[in-house]
């Protein structure tokens, strides 16, 4: 899934060391029971390589619990964020029901910014990722 979405967003041959010191803090986690969260806060640190920083502190409140889920706007869209990604505070007891949001939040992110205007298909091998976790 990740060499699907570094395949079609980044351009050939241009370095890219903050992608790439990303990449392999996450391909280090990948032995850790909650590899997917690290997942998720790799494609939240890649969306930000490519221009689109989603500030997420802005929106924290301490009324939610790490496992709720806010909706927030972000450019016109509205999204529907699990509290722990914008507290950046991962919870202790995760679920795939919690996995699958941040999937979510995180691809239609891609989509409104990169895929849908570009008119470019997103990896199947991302949407798989996603429908893991039902």
Same mark, same amino acid.
């Given at each position: 899934?990740?060499?699907?979405?570094?395949?079609?967003?980044?351009?050939?041959?241009?370095?890219?060391?903050?992608?790439?010191?990303?990449?392999?803090?996450?391909?280090?986690? $990948?032995?850790?029971?909650?590899?997917?969260?690290?997942y998720v806060f790799f494609e $939240?640190?890649?969306?930000?390589? &490519?221009?689109?920083d989603i500030d997420l502190s802005? #929106?924290?409140?301490?009324?939610?619990? &790490?496992?709720?889920?806010?909706?927030?706007?972000?450019?016109?869209?509205?999204?529907?964020?699990?509290? #722990?990604?914008?507290?950046?505070?991962?919870?202790?007891?995760?679920?795939?029901?919690?996995?699958?949001?941040?999937?979510?939040?995180?691809?239609?992110?891609? &989509?409104?910014?990169?895929?849908?205007?570009?008119?470019? $298909? &997103?990896?199947?091998?991302? $949407?798989?990722?996603?429908? #893991?976790?039902t």
């Amino acid at each position: 899934s990740i060499c699907s979405l570094l395949n079609i967003l980044l351009p050939e041959s241009q370095p890219n060391l903050n992608i790439y010191k990303s990449f392999e803090k996450f391909l280090n986690s $990948i032995n850790l029971e909650n590899w997917i969260l690290s997942y998720v806060f790799f494609e $939240i640190k890649l969306l930000k390589e &490519l221009g689109f920083d989603i500030d997420l502190s802005s #929106y924290t409140d301490d009324e939610n619990t &790490l496992t709720s889920i806010k909706k927030i706007k972000i450019d016109g869209y509205t999204y529907e964020v699990p509290s #722990y990604l914008i507290q950046q505070k991962i919870p202790k007891n995760i679920t795939n029901p919690l996995i699958k949001k941040s999937l979510i939040f995180t691809k239609n992110i891609f &989509l409104n910014k990169f895929f849908i205007p570009n008119n470019l $298909i &997103l990896p199947k091998t991302r $949407i798989v990722l996603e429908n #893991y976790y039902t």
